[in-house]
């Protein structure tokens, strides 16, 4: 792994969503990754994108709350 990549454990704590999500939306294709040697790694410009929505998803229910 480098630095253009993360794993699904690291994801899954950057972004305080179980480790589960972050697989279910690998595979569904919602997040960009590849699996090498039965590991995911998740291509970092596309985790922090998506880290960035959902971050704001979370803003936006909070102020309707």
């Given at each position: 792994m480098?630095?253009?990549?993360?794993?699904?454990?690291?994801?899954?704590?950057?972004?305080?969503?179980?480790?589960g999500y972050?697989?279910?939306?690998?595979?569904?294709?919602?997040?960009?990754?590849?699996?090498?040697?039965?590991?995911?790694?998740?291509?970092?410009?596309?985790?922090e994108l998506?880290r960035?929505?959902?971050?704001?998803?979370?803003?936006?229910?909070?102020?309707?709350a």
């Open positions: 480098n630095q253009l990549q993360v794993t699904v454990p690291d994801a899954a704590k950057e972004a305080g969503v179980l480790t972050v697989r279910e939306l690998l595979a569904s294709g919602r997040l960009k990754g590849q699996k090498v040697d039965g590991q995911w790694l998740i291509d970092r410009k596309a985790f998506w960035s929505n959902l971050e704001q998803r979370r803003r936006m229910r909070g102020a309707t």
